[in-house]
């Protein structure tokens, strides 16, 4: 059984940044794809990004490529997701999500993932 915990969330301006972060324990997390997922309001879950268990290609959803950058450390159990030019229709709960690599990795599908955080509120200002 995975644990997952995000942390970093809070309120920021348009264009400004946060990290967040997700630690991960009760399993072997380089045995884990790690993806990024969020919440707003009213709306479905939405796919933010996508990471390898070895770090290597991550995946964006076109709404965040070029601003946000996921990256992790095995050695700490974490995965990272940087924020950047904010924007307010990034305002949601962002959830990390834990899928175990055996074959393909379904980066997008959140039915594949097998375990999940608890999530973190990001609030954008304008």
């Known amino acids: 059984q995975v644990q997952l915990v995000e942390s970093g969330g809070g309120l920021v301006q348009a264009g400004g940044s946060l990290r967040l972060s997700c630690a991960a324990s009760?399993?072997?997390?380089?045995?884990?794809?790690m993806g990024w997922f969020r919440q707003a309001p009213g709306k479905e879950r939405q796919f933010v990004g996508g990471?390898?268990?070895?770090?290597?290609?991550?995946y964006y959803a076109d709404s965040v490529k070029g601003r946000f950058t996921i990256s992790r450390d095995n050695a700490k159990n974490t995965v990272y997701l940087q924020m950047n030019s904010l924007k307010p229709e990034d305002t949601a709960v962002y959830y990390c999500?834990?899928?175990?690599?055996?074959?393909?990795?379904?980066?997008?599908?959140?039915?594949?993932?097998?375990?999940w955080g608890q999530g973190t509120q990001v609030t954008v200002s304008s």
């Open positions: 009760g399993g072997t997390f380089s045995s884990y794809h």
């Open positions: 990471i390898f268990r070895s770090g290597r290609t991550p």
């Open positions: 999500a834990a899928q175990y690599a055996s074959g393909t990795y379904y980066y997008a599908q959140a039915t594949k993932y097998d375990y």
